[in-house]
């Protein structure tokens, strides 16, 4: 029967970033009233949990991931009576919702850090990483207390006249980290984590979770001969992330938050790490047991190609390192990585079977918004014009490192895969009545928009609809276990899986190639097939053609209803 996964292991997640969703107030900006404004239309897809970017008071300068007040709201995006709405109307849908905590660090203008550099003595001082520069400091404060690398490229220390000291920061010199070895540091955040829970949120996102601790020795991170980091590797810009990423102490910290997270249990709740390292290394996030972090997002999908073979080894890896309790999640694009179109080619055909693929695997699905309808990577922003800080950091880098960069994933203007949500054929592509949207709108959008896919059963949005839905009608597709199958036909353009559940086997094939493939169904025949290419499922034996680019789900029972 389906229920007996915890919810959060069966559900579809879908990423709003709140700036670019939609506009109710035409200033340019999206807000939490025009989320709610679409909350009807995320409910007729399919989806069944809403993970929102930050939305708390800050200053902006990582739009939102800088934040100055842990405890109220931003007010281009409404206010605390607007967030309690959200929280309201998405669970009055039956729907959950997950809000992003950014544990490692705050704003430069939160008090407590206006505070903590305003002296040496300041009671708040060790809410922060303060250390002393290597050589007497003179007026510049002479060199950095160690070789630390922020998670950028250049000394994650900065010099602050007023008390001549350093303060650590992973991110960008706006974002210092807090200092998690003071206990009220910790009391103070878990606090924060408390307060959002008893407001409604059924998850939490954590924020850069791999960089918590530091090392206390403050001792130089060796050397590397990486130059880049990944997603996979934190390692880069020559030396190891030894001291500053992935420190045994924040794997520990993981299950302290759990326990946190756990006081709340109707319903239960989860977190979702953004963690970066080896599939090995994150699993010891969420600990042998599963009693760690809830979830972790595992990168390594943002860079697999597309073909029978490489999704084959990357659902083998994730099957072999998070088997049950544990549990993979699937990602094919968020608010810091090129559009999933981009490696797609734009091609719909592609984008349908991304949705299949992700939609029936074992794992939990993130979906970024717009990826419902193909949206693509908003290449050629002027890079003058970017208001990612990012990009400004970028201008100074070698220009010789940029091309490896962008194969790596890694973008220089974050603002490429931000665009607003294109809903129609309005103005702005109906994300604003306003004047001028806080980011261009897609050149794409008078074809790419939710109203010109929403009646067509071929679009894009058709099938990840489709899927999404097949997904949470099958106790199978959305709580059964996974294993590999051999197709008869060419394995390296046929990837076939099983998911088993007690009352329901699914068997899914997945065509990702450009060739009309024969699929024999004598052996194991099934009640109904359903197609990620049109609505209505056929019978289940025989001989049948899989189509290119074409996915199909054959149940051997209806299943339970939900
Ligand atoms: C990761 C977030 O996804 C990104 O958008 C943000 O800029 C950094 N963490 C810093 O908070």
Same mark, same amino acid.
């Given at each position: 029967?389906?229920?007996?996964?915890?919810w959060?292991? @069966?559900?579809?997640?879908?990423?709003v970033?709140?700036? $670019?969703?939609s506009?109710?107030?035409?200033?340019?900006?999206?807000?939490?009233?025009?989320?709610?404004?679409?909350?009807?239309?995320?409910?007729?897809?399919?989806?069944?949990?809403?993970?929102?970017?930050?939305f708390?008071?800050s200053?902006?300068?990582?739009?939102?991931?800088?934040?100055?007040?842990?405890?109220?709201?931003?007010?281009?995006?409404?206010?605390?009576e607007?967030?309690? @709405?959200?929280?309201d109307?998405?669970?009055?849908?039956?729907?959950?919702?997950?809000?992003?905590?950014?544990?490692?660090?705050?704003?430069?203008?939160?008090?407590?850090?206006?505070?903590?550099?305003?002296?040496?003595?300041?009671?708040?001082?060790?809410?922060?990483?303060?250390?002393?520069?290597?050589?007497?400091?003179?007026?510049?404060?002479?060199?950095?207390?160690?070789?630390?690398?922020?998670?950028?490229?250049?000394?994650?220390?900065?010099?602050?006249?007023?008390?001549?000291?350093?303060?650590?920061?992973?991110?960008?010199?706006?974002?210092?980290?807090?200092?998690?070895?003071?206990?009220a540091?910790?009391?103070a955040?878990?606090?924060?984590?408390?307060?959002?829970?008893?407001?409604?949120?059924?998850?939490?996102?954590?924020?850069?979770?791999?960089?918590?601790?530091?090392?206390?020795?403050?001792?130089?991170?060796?050397?590397?001969?990486?130059?880049?980091p990944?997603?996979?590797?934190?390692?880069?810009f020559?030396?190891?992330?030894l001291?500053?990423?992935?420190h045994?102490?924040?794997?520990?910290?993981?299950?302290?938050?759990?326990?946190?997270?756990?006081?709340f249990r109707?319903?239960?709740?989860?977190?979702?790490?953004?963690?970066?390292?080896?599939?090995?290394?994150?699993?010891?996030?969420?600990?042998?047991?599963?009693?760690?972090?809830n979830?972790?997002?595992?990168?390594?999908?943002?860079r697999?190609?597309?073909?029978?073979?490489?999704?084959?080894?990357?659902?083998?890896?994730?099957?072999?390192?998070?088997?049950?309790?544990?549990?993979?999640?699937?990602?094919?694009?968020?608010?810091?990585?090129?559009?999933?179109?981009?490696?797609?080619?734009?091609?719909?055909?592609?984008?349908?079977m991304?949705?299949?693929?992700?939609?029936t695997?074992r794992?939990v699905?993130?979906?970024?918004?717009?990826?419902?309808?193909?949206?693509?990577?908003?290449?050629?922003?002027?890079?003058?014009?970017?208001?990612?800080?990012?990009?400004? +950091?970028?201008?100074?880098?070698?220009?010789?490192?940029?091309?490896?960069?962008?194969?790596?994933?890694?973008?220089?203007?974050?603002?490429?895969?931000?665009?607003?949500?294109?809903?129609?054929?309005?103005?702005?592509?109906?994300?604003? $009545?306003?004047?001028?949207?806080?980011?261009?709108?897609?050149?794409d959008?008078?074809l790419?928009?939710v109203?010109?896919?929403?009646?067509?059963?071929?679009?894009?949005?058709? $099938?990840?609809?489709?899927m999404?839905?097949?997904?949470?009608?099958?106790?199978?597709?959305?709580?059964?276990?996974l294993?590999?199958i051999?197709?008869?036909?060419?394995?390296?353009?046929?990837?076939a899986?099983?998911?088993?559940?007690?009352?329901?086997?699914? @068997?899914?094939?997945?065509?990702?190639?450009?060739?009309?493939?024969?699929l024999d169904l004598r052996?194991?025949?099934?009640?109904?097939?359903?197609?990620n290419?049109?609505?209505?499922?056929?019978?289940?034996?025989?001989? +049948?053609?899989?189509?290119?680019?074409?996915?199909?789900?054959?149940?051997?029972?209806?299943?339970?209803?939900?």
């Open positions: 029967m389906i229920g007996e996964s915890p959060w292991k @069966r559900t579809t997640v879908y990423q970033y709140p700036r $670019s969703f506009d109710s107030n035409a200033d340019g900006i999206g807000d939490l009233p025009g989320v709610i404004d679409r909350l009807d239309y995320l409910h007729w897809l399919g989806v069944e949990t809403i993970w929102l970017s930050p708390y008071s200053p902006q300068t990582d739009f939102g991931y800088d934040i100055s007040d842990h405890f109220n709201i931003a007010p281009e995006y409404g206010d605390l607007d967030c309690r @709405r959200l929280i109307e998405v669970h009055a849908r039956g729907m959950k919702i997950v809000l992003d905590m950014v544990l490692n660090h705050t704003s430069i203008e939160h008090p407590w850090f206006q505070e903590s550099r305003s002296s040496r003595n300041n009671d708040r001082r060790d809410f922060y990483i303060w250390r002393d520069g290597r050589r007497a400091a003179g007026s510049s404060g002479g060199a950095p207390p160690n070789n630390w690398r922020s998670m950028l490229g250049n000394s994650g220390w900065h010099h602050d006249p007023t008390t001549d000291q350093w303060y650590w920061a992973s991110f960008l010199p706006f974002q210092p980290d807090l200092n998690y070895r003071n206990p540091v910790k009391q955040m878990l606090d924060v984590v408390r307060h959002w829970l008893r407001e409604g949120a059924d998850g939490l996102r954590l924020d850069i979770f791999n960089a918590i601790f530091k090392d206390a020795s403050f001792a130089d991170n060796p050397f590397s001969l990486r130059p880049l990944s997603e996979h590797n934190p390692d880069g020559f030396q190891r992330a001291h500053t990423q992935n045994p102490d924040t794997i520990a910290f993981a299950r302290e938050l759990r326990a946190v997270v756990d006081e109707d319903p239960p709740r989860f977190v979702v790490g953004e963690v970066f390292g080896h599939t090995d290394l994150l699993r010891e996030y969420c600990g042998a047991e599963g009693q760690g972090l979830l972790v997002f595992l990168f390594k999908s943002l697999t190609p597309l073909t029978a073979p490489a999704l084959r080894e990357l659902v083998r890896e994730f099957e072999l390192a998070f088997p049950e309790p544990l549990f993979p999640t699937y990602v094919f694009g968020n608010h810091d990585r090129p559009r999933g179109m981009e490696r797609l080619g734009n091609d719909p055909a592609k984008a349908r991304l949705a299949a693929f992700q939609l695997v794992g699905p993130f979906l970024y918004y717009g990826e419902e309808i193909g949206l693509g990577h908003h290449h050629g922003m002027p890079h003058e014009l970017a208001r990612d800080p990012i990009a400004a +950091r970028y201008r100074f880098l070698p220009r010789w490192l940029l091309p490896s960069m962008r194969r790596r994933g890694i973008l220089i203007n974050r603002d490429e895969c931000r665009s607003p949500m294109p809903w129609g054929v309005g103005p702005h592509a109906g994300f604003s $009545s306003g004047e001028t949207p806080w980011l261009p709108v897609h050149p959008s008078p790419i928009n109203d010109a896919q929403r009646g067509d059963p071929g679009s894009v949005l058709s $099938s990840y609809r489709r999404l839905n097949l997904r949470r009608h099958s106790p199978a597709l959305s709580d059964g276990t294993a590999l051999e197709p008869r036909a060419d394995a390296r353009r046929v990837l899986f099983a998911r088993m559940h007690a009352h329901q086997t699914a @068997r899914v094939y997945l065509n990702l190639s450009d060739r009309e493939l024969p052996d194991a025949p099934g009640v109904r097939l359903q197609s290419l049109h609505d209505t499922p056929e019978a289940a034996s025989g001989r +049948r053609l899989l189509a290119p680019w074409e996915a199909v789900v054959i149940f051997d029972t209806d299943g339970v209803a939900t």
